[in-house]
């Protein structure tokens, strides 16, 4: 069955440490790839995302994920932390010739001030 | 634009009883989504509409139901409520469902079985 992993379940950094937040998918086609985040209060809304081209992909307040075709894996990270980045972090999968997502189980960011 | 909007956006219902729960999806978008979101699950697909046809649905029993009306707007149903069925059920539109599109998810309505 098709299926997103995300390993780290609760992550704890202080600011200005690096971030990097695993993800990996099972599927042997062809997907769409994403990161969202849901700010504590708010609604889930779109960090970045990768359907095609360069596998680097940068989103928004510097975040980026990399996407690694032969790891089935779609890793994001951030250089320098900052306690607003605060949240729960989903990452997703849209197999092609489907018409839905598969998230993972979310990742829990607390950064310290 | 205004955003997605859900109704309502708490519950409290008893086991056995059914439930309705509304979603509007962000004016001009034709793909309506439907997850179900406990801790520890993260978001679960339920199912996806598109032009009032339902396109592709996930592993959940026959209880959970949906539709979608001619103007866009989605509601789901869950029949013969069971204690697990508490959650979060989160609604997501897009433009036309193309896979690539980003999904605009609104807030929720919280249901608890009781």
């Known amino acids: 069955a098709q299926s997103v992993s995300q390993h780290n379940h609760h992550v704890i950094l202080s600011e200005a440490a690096s971030l990097e937040l695993g993800c990996n998918y099972s599927y042997g086609g062809t997907v769409n790839l994403f990161w969202y985040v849901q700010y504590p209060g708010q609604h889930l809304q779109l960090l970045l995302k990768y359907f095609s081209g360069d596998p680097l992909v940068k989103g928004i307040k510097g975040f980026e994920a990399e996407f690694i075709k032969s790891k089935f894996s779609f890793n994001l990270r951030k250089p320098s932390v900052q306690w607003s980045d605060t949240a729960e972090y989903f990452c997703a999968v849209t197999p092609w010739g489907t018409y839905k997502y598969i998230f993972g189980t979310g990742t829990r960011l607390k950064v310290l001030a | 634009k205004a955003g997605v909007t859900q109704t309502p956006r708490y519950l409290i219902k008893t086991r056995g009883q059914q439930v309705t729960l509304s979603c509007s999806p962000i004016s001009g978008h034709r793909s309506v989504s439907w997850y179900q979101q406990t801790p520890g699950q993260g978001l679960q697909f339920l199912f996806e509409?598109?032009?009032?046809?339902?396109?592709n649905k996930g592993n959940f029993p026959g209880r959970f139901s949906g539709r979608q009306f001619s103007n866009s707007r989605s509601e789901m149903n869950v029949s013969t409520l069971e204690l697990g069925d508490s959650a979060l059920y989160l609604c997501?539109?897009?433009?036309?469902?193309?896979?690539?599109?980003?999904?605009?998810f609104g807030p929720g309505t919280r249901l608890l079985v009781l």
């Open positions: 509409y598109f032009s009032e046809t339902q396109r």
């Open positions: 997501a539109s897009s433009p036309s469902g193309v896979l690539q599109e980003t999904q605009y």
